[in-house]
């Protein structure tokens, strides 16, 4: 499990924990949405098949709407703010973050259906996989 959560919020392969999922960091804001078509390091393939992240919208939108209640109602009721700066700090942290969490939710979701492999792993290690190099997709 813990093996699942680093793969998660490393954003990194599913399958050997070595690739990356996207070409450029979460808060550099260059490029939000390009993500690899497969594993750099053991060639798993990241769009198994089309509109394989519909559903990584759902976790996304559980995810945020939770974060969001949460806070504002930190801020409104423990801290005593006011609702539009309370409301505005949300809109900055969400700013902010909001890379990081569509590329999470996709990580989390590619999590569900692929687990961690330890003999790719070491084949990535010992360098005896051949991987074409990944084409990089924008596909929203
Ligand atoms: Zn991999």
Partial sequence: MASKFYSIFSLKCPTCHRGD???????????????????????????????????????SYIGSGFFCLGVVMFLRWVLGWSMLASFL?????????FVWWFRVSRSAYLNLVYGYRPEVAASVEAGTLKVAPPETVNQT
């Fill in 21 to 59: 999922l996207f070409p450029t960091g979460s808060f550099s804001f260059d490029r939000p949405f390009a993500q690899y078509t497969h594993c750099p390091a053991c060639g798993q393939r990241y769009f198994p098949e089309p509109g394989f992240y519909y559903g990584a919208m759902f976790i």
């Fill in 89 to 97: 700090v949300l809109i900055a942290i969400v700013g902010i973050l």
